[in-house]
Structures are given as C-alpha cells and as structure tokens.
C-alpha cells in the first residue's frame, strides 16, 4: 500500500496543471504591446545607383566611376555678367556644401555653364568642334547630347590617371585616356583612376524660366560633379533629378535630396583604385550609412536635409523689369587645358 501511495503521489506532481496550460496558451489579451518593424529595400537603392552611375567606354568589368580630383573652377556665360556671376557663385557654393573643393577667385575654368539662346544650335556646334577632346568621336554620346531637346544637358570629358597622383595618361586627341602605369593593374586593385577633368553643361533659358533659382542651382551642381548618363533615371526615389519631369507626383525638390548628397558623398568616397562593380557596392554601403537616420521607411524625400519642396516658379535670376537676362554666349567655349 505504501508503495501504491508513493507512485500516485508521484503521478500527481508530474500531471500538467490544466489551469496553467490555459493560462500560458491563452494569455489575457493586452499582455504585449504590438511590434511594428519597418524595413527597406535594397533593391530600390541599388536601383538609383545603376540609373545613376556609368563605368564609361571600358565597361562595367573593366571601367570605373569618375570624379573630379582637382578644384571645380565654374563659368557661367551667356547671360548678363551679374547674373553669370551670381549663377557661378551659387553652384560653387553647392559644391562646397558636399565637402568638395572649388578654385579660388581667378582659377582657370574647368566646368562651362552655358545660357544658350539657341540650345540646339550651340550643342551642335559643339559637339562638332569638340567630337574628340570631348566624345572621343563616338557617335552614340554625340547622339545623346544632341538629342532630344531638354532643358540642361551635360558632357564630362574624362581621362586615365594614376592612382598615386601622376598626370592624366591620355592617347592621342582622346579624352578618355590610355591604361598605361607605373605599375599593372591587378584583379584586386587598380593602379590607375577614371577622374573628370572638364565639363559643359548647357541650360535652355526657355525650359528652365518657371523653375526656382535654387531648384535649378542644385541641378546644375548634381551633374557637373557625377559623370551621369545622359538620361539619368532615379527609379522613382527622390531626387533633384526629378525637377524637369512633369510625370512626377512629388513636388518640385528645392535643393538636392538627402538620396542626392548621399550618392555623392558615396562617389567622392570611394575607392578610386577599384573596378565599377566594387564601387558600386561601396557607394551603397556609403549610402545606407548616410541615411540611417534619415530614411525610415525608404521614402525619404526631404532637400538639404530639411525636407524643403517648392512649387512656385522662379527662372535663373529675377530679371530687371522683366528684360530677357540672357544673350548668345561668346564662342567658342574655351576651358583650361
């Protein structure tokens, strides 16, 4: 009998306890707060950055992004001298905003600003006289900066230089440049660097008139420091980009956008010494990091960093008593070097 009693007992402390099983299978509703995790996808960044970025004529196994290394010296012309000045004052001073140097007073111009009366007219003129300092006579970046009519265009001239500093390598008339080193390119590094070394940028007064002077300053700014493809696309998230696009639903972006300052600071902290692809990821990484703090559920969209839009018009400068403050620039453009 004692052992009888000892086995039930036993059996009576391993039963499961049915009021606790329905305790902890059916908690009292309120117990937790929701949990709410909001994420974002990749796929939208890498989206802007392949809208955005080209690896030039060597391609995206061989080729790299491009960036200024030396001082950016803007021109502006073809306007009244006090609206060029102002105009130039205020894309360098964007510039300086993203933490790259521009050329003191009285520098040598390496960028061309140019308010064309006749934006067509002028790209043709210039495509055909510069086809190979600027093109390398290649007709399908001819092609693209003639065609269609758009209200800014640009063209980057770029050349092969050494990673430690040594001058441009440049074959013949090209402007893209040999591949020539001190020392050979390797499958981890490369011993030379795509960089910038002119641009011209041309502005129809017409398209632009109704756009906001600061709007149009920064646009101006955004593609004269990227080696951009001719027709960028930002996949649909926010960018100054977007000024000259009627199909926008957003609002006309005041300045750049937090996406904007944070792919250039990702291109202007790259490695030089890599291949597009590499580099390509590092602006990624760049990016994420730039906007952790800002970009909460991927749709991020305020300019210079405080959400500013504008949806008045503008023009380049106010006018004087509404006289045109544009003429036929001066030809032909000549840049340092």
Same mark, same amino acid.
């Given at each position: 009998?004692?052992?009888?009693?000892?086995v039930?007992t036993?059996l009576?402390?391993?039963a499961p306890n049915?009021?606790?099983?329905l305790?902890v299978?059916?908690p009292?509703?309120g117990v937790?707060?929701?949990?709410?995790v909001?994420?974002r996808d990749?796929?939208?960044m890498?989206?802007y950055?392949?809208?955005?970025?080209?690896p030039g004529?060597?391609?995206?196994?061989e080729?790299?992004?491009?960036r200024?290394d030396?001082p950016?010296c803007?021109?502006v012309?073809g306007?009244?001298h006090?609206?060029?000045?102002?105009?130039?004052d205020?894309?360098?001073e964007?510039?300086?905003s993203?933490?790259i140097?521009?050329g003191?007073?009285?520098c040598r111009?390496?960028?061309?600003?140019?308010?064309?009366?006749?934006?067509?007219?002028f790209?043709?003129?210039?495509?055909d006289?510069y086809?190979?300092r600027?093109?390398d006579?290649r007709?399908?970046?001819?092609d693209?900066f003639?065609t269609?009519?758009r &209200?800014?265009?640009? @063209?980057?001239?770029t050349?092969?230089? $050494?990673i430690d %500093?040594s001058p441009?390598i440049?074959? +013949?008339? *090209?402007?893209r440049?040999?591949?020539?080193?001190?020392l050979p390119n390797t499958?981890l590094?490369?011993?030379?660097a795509?960089?910038?070394?002119?641009?011209?940028?041309v502005i129809?007064?017409?398209?632009?008139s109704?756009?906001?002077?600061a709007?149009l300053?920064s646009y101006?700014a955004?593609a004269?420091l990227?080696d951009?493809?001719?027709?960028?696309?930002a996949?649909?998230n926010?960018s100054?980009?977007d000024l000259?696009?009627?199909g926008?639903e957003s609002?006309?972006?005041?300045?750049?956008t937090?996406w904007d300052?944070?792919?250039v600071?990702?291109?202007?902290?790259m490695?030089?010494?890599q291949?597009f692809?590499?580099?390509?990821?590092?602006i990624?990484?760049s990016?994420?990091?730039s906007? &952790?703090?800002?970009i @909460?559920d991927?749709s991020?969209d305020? $300019?210079?960093? %405080?959400?500013?839009?504008?949806?008045? +018009?503008? *023009?380049?400068?106010?006018?004087?008593?509404?006289?045109a403050?544009?003429?036929a620039?001066?030809?032909?453009v000549?840049?340092a070097?």
């Amino acid at each position: 009998m004692r052992l009888v009693w000892i086995v039930m007992t036993m059996l009576a402390v391993l039963a499961p306890n049915p009021a606790w099983s329905l305790e902890v299978q059916d908690p009292e509703p309120g117990v937790l707060d929701d949990v709410t995790v909001t994420g974002r996808d990749p796929r939208r960044m890498r989206a802007y950055i392949d809208g955005l970025t080209t690896p030039g004529p060597h391609g995206a196994i061989e080729g790299q992004i491009a960036r200024w290394d030396d001082p950016v010296c803007i021109r502006v012309i073809g306007g009244w001298h006090a609206v060029n000045v102002a105009l130039a004052d205020r894309i360098s001073e964007v510039v300086r905003s993203l933490n790259i140097q521009t050329g003191d007073e009285g520098c040598r111009p390496n960028v061309m600003v140019v308010i064309a009366e006749n934006p067509d007219g002028f790209a043709h003129v210039f495509a055909d006289r510069y086809r190979s300092r600027f093109f390398d006579n290649r007709r399908a970046e001819i092609d693209a900066f003639l065609t269609p009519p758009r &209200a800014i265009r640009w @063209q980057h001239r770029t050349g092969t230089g $050494a990673i430690d %500093g040594s001058p441009l390598i440049e074959a +013949g008339v *090209g402007g893209r440049g040999g591949e020539a080193a001190a020392l050979p390119n390797t499958r981890l590094r490369r011993s030379t660097a795509d960089k910038i070394t002119r641009a011209v940028i041309v502005i129809d007064p017409e398209r632009v008139s109704r756009v906001p002077t600061a709007s149009l300053v920064s646009y101006v700014a955004f593609a004269l420091l990227i080696d951009l493809k001719p027709f960028p696309d930002a996949a649909g998230n926010p960018s100054i980009l977007d000024l000259f696009d009627e199909g926008a639903e957003s609002p006309v972006p005041a300045g750049l956008t937090a996406w904007d300052r944070a792919f250039v600071e990702g291109v202007y902290a790259m490695s030089a010494d890599q291949r597009f692809g590499v580099q390509q990821n590092q602006i990624e990484r760049s990016m994420r990091r730039s906007l &952790a703090g800002v970009i @909460q559920d991927g749709s991020a969209d305020d $300019a210079d960093g %405080g959400g500013q839009t504008s949806s008045g +018009g503008g *023009g380049l400068v106010p006018s004087v008593a509404g006289t045109a403050i544009w003429a036929a620039p001066d030809f032909p453009v000549r840049l340092a070097g």
